[in-house]
């Protein structure tokens, strides 16, 4: 409970216990005064106090005042006056408020216990007709019941709507990501197929000699063709696709054109390769072309002046060992080569297979990367 709530029953319960007390010591309010005026102070008291913890235990509550009521009625007779029935009613009201529909019901019968109570040990109800008309004053009670349980039926109502809202919101949030990811697909899908088929027109028509050129060429066709099949699986998992071939396209058998790629963005690389590397599973295969790839992408954005870049693996029946090694010059970058946010990334993806990862400076200068990458054959 808050503080304001809190706060709240405990004003509602001291007007209730001024109410009864005045009735009960002045008249005020009571059309029927039964017993001694102690009993009927007490009793109002018991009842009022008892609405503090009405928030808390609605039906243990309202048991509490039925009990003390009935006792009360029996042993000095029941009273007539609103505060026989001020106290209860607030707790009906609270009962059908807060708890689910079927158990509202008991806090109806609870208060069918108490009126019949009062009305059979009401000293005035001395025949069976006065007896029956006593029972249209159940009638507020009933509607105090009705007026509870429709406030928690309204409220109930307007939170179904707001989840249908945010459900509505949600699915709009949902279409529109499809909408865009049709749209990046069409729009950089065409971009990079003319790209790739103006290189390609272009790898055509160089003369014999023109070497170095063919093979940029033929490197930026080869990245733009990979770019496309990539993008394509990013848009099928945007929209949502089931049918979508989420299965990892580069293997470590094709680490030879990633040096090529990289041999062609300037950065000399030498490549040696040992064991079976087409016998990889899947996943770590996948992962130990990632690791080729960012060890060397790091050389190329961050070392300095790097005249060459090693990459060795060693596949064995138990685990693949990689490393990527450049003789770039120290600088201060090299903290962000160790912890940047593709290292990160790569050793989540090591720790998941049961590797490990080292990236630092190499002894005899430059910087290295060395993973290992353990292996369960099936």
Known sequence: MSRRSWALDVALATAVLVLGQLEAWTGLGASHRQ??????????????LLLL???????????????????EFALVGAP????????PAIAIWTAARLLPWRRSWIALALATVLHASW???DPVNSTLVEWAASWVWFSPVLVVWLAGA??????LNREQRRVNLVQRETQAVAEERNRIARELHDVLGHSVSVMTVQASAVRRRLLPGQDTEREALESVESTGREALAEMRRLVSVLRGDEEADLRPQPRLAEADRLADQFRAAGLPVS???????GELPPGPDLTAYRVVQEGLTNTLR??????????????????VDLAVRDDGRPGQVDGERTHGTGLRGLRERLTAYGG????GPCPGGGFELVATLPLERS
């Open 80 to 87: 007539e006056g609103n505060a026989v029935v001020l106290a």
């Open 150 to 155: 429709l406030v928690r039926t309204t409220g």
């Open 302 to 319: 961050h070392a300095r002046e790097p005249r060459r870049a090693e990459v060795t693996v060693d596949v064995r029946p138990d685990r």
């Open 356 to 359: 490990s990862l080292r990236a």
């Open 53 to 71: 913890g009405r928030r808390w235990r609605p039906l243990g509550m309202l048991s509490a005042m039925v009990v003390v009521s009935v006792v």
């Open 119 to 121: 009305a059979s040990l």
């Open 271 to 277: 490549l040696v390769v040992t064991g079976p590397v």
């Open 35 to 48: 017993g001694p005026e102690w009993a009927q102070a007490l009793l109002y008291a018991v009842t009022a």
